[in-house]
């Protein structure tokens, strides 16, 4: 349990709050690349900051403040081109730096005007099929170079919901790795049951033993399951919690971030990034652009859908609440993660306070040429069958090239 105040310095990232400033320090997707075409203009949300995006013809990215200066309207349904973006009411046009550069309908609107109508502008940069905002204080650090963003010969999807409730609920599932026998394992069973799918998930086995340790760049998170030893990857490798809002997982030729977008304070854009290798001896087939889809966690009646792995886990972000009261909670040993994170992340808001960088921001570009991740090759005792069929559980089942990569993963027949 902690206080209110704790739980407003924890969970608040709007433009003045303390962990506002902290997840400031970051990048964060706010579109894929195939979302915005040259010449075109979308309204994005982040930190609680109403935004406007967009691409010029010749492909420039460009990151404003939403609402055009002379009476409000949204930048977002404007036109990009190569001058800057062209507010739909009137024509007021602004640069990449959000100098106001037109007044179509004043004849001689002069310098100071023009400098009264500036707008803010952002840093914005686009990587591996995702375009990322920077809305922290100048100089932006550097986009991180992942490498999941920057492998070669990999094929590529991204799945993505948006979510109401506080991105923190759903950081701290992922250090919570207890919650996968009983959710993942016997309640997605019952679900699975109940639609008269496949009954066992593989995932029920009880944890013997859990385990964190602090890296360069967030949190390496270990498991030992029943029948299972120390020697398991799920304990020697586990995989990494990167700070702050991102968590790998994935084994064998799978690999996956998964990205919790703080939009405000009660939304979190859920972003699945995937990236499937293929097996020695193979290619993975050409791809020209990374595709997107929406993970489906509703049906049409409003109810949720568990009857897939991270639909199970949706369900329980969501109903904690739009920001889960930590003022009521219980916590028990196997919480010991979450305490871990929220002191991780008090530590690190303190570093901001004082003027530092916080973990894991990179300023150094011999550092940023790919960011190596470590994670389980054999997940969960798995199996190559079992993975496929992990595959078919999980929000991966509605990606538009589920098809293509398990014929990628499959053995060769014959
Ligand atoms: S409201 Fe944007 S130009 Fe008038
Ligand atoms: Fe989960």
Not at 125 to 138: K, Q, R, S, T
Not at 165 to 182: F, K, R
Not at 188 to 201: D, H, K, P, Y
Request: net charge neutral; aromatic share 8%.
């Amino acid at each position: 349990m902690i206080s209110a105040e704790m739980q407003e310095r924890l969970t608040r990232v709007g433009p003045g709050s303390a962990m506002g400033r902290l997840l400031r320090s970051y990048w964060y997707p706010v579109l894929a690349s195939v979302e915005l075409a040259p010449g075109q203009a979308r309204e994005v949300r982040l930190l609680g900051e109403d935004l406007a995006v967009f691409r010029a013809p010749s492909g420039r990215l460009g990151l404003l403040e939403r609402h055009c200066p002379h009476r409000g309207v949204s930048l977002g349904q404007g036109v990009a081109t190569e001058r800057g973006l062209v507010c739909p009411y009137h024509g007021w046009t602004f640069d990449h730096g959000g100098a106001c550069v037109a007044m179509p309908a004043e004849s001689n609107p002069g310098a100071r005007l023009l400098s009264r109508a500036s707008v803010a502008a952002y840093a914005v940069a686009e990587l591996g099929g995702l375009i990322f905002a920077y809305l922290g204080p100048a100089p932006a650090p550097l986009l991180p170079r992942y490498d999941l963003f920057v492998l070669d010969g990999a094929l590529r999807d991204i799945g993505r919901a948006e979510l109401p409730c506080n991105w923190l609920q759903i950081m701290e599932n992922s250090v919570d790795p207890v919650h996968v026998e009983y959710l993942h394992g016997q309640h997605l069973q019952a679900a699975l049951a109940v639609s008269g799918r496949e009954t066992a998930t593989g995932y029920g086995r009880r944890h013997e033993k859990i385990g964190f340790d602090l890296f360069e760049y967030g949190i390496t998170k270990r498991r030992v399951l029943e029948g299972g030893s120390e020697d398991d990857d799920d304990w020697r490798v586990g995989h990494p919690l990167i700070f702050p809002v991102t968590l790998r997982v994935g084994a064998n030729c799978q690999h996956r971030f998964q990205i919790r977008v703080p939009v405000d304070d009660q939304t979190t854009m859920h972003y699945w990034y995937s990236c499937y290798l293929p097996p020695a001896g193979r290619q993975a087939p050409a791809q020209d652009t990374v595709p997107l889809y929406e993970v489906p966690w509703r049906r049409p009646d409003g109810s949720f859908r568990t009857d897939f792995v991270d639909g199970g886990d949706i369900m329980a972000w969501v109903t904690q609440g739009a920001i889960a009261d930590r003022t009521r909670e219980l916590l028990v040993s196997s919480d010991r993660g979450l305490v871990l994170l929220r002191r991780l992340l008090l530590e690190q808001l303190e570093r901001v306070e004082r003027g530092d960088d916080p973990l894991g921001v990179i300023r150094d570009p011999e550092r940023n040429q790919c960011i190596r991740f470590v994670q389980e090759h054999d997940k969960l005792g798995g199996s190559a069958a079992f993975l496929r069929r992990a595959m078919d559980i999980s929000h991966a089942r509605f990606s538009p090239i589920r098809d293509q990569v398990l014929a990628m993963l499959s053995p060769p027949s014959g």
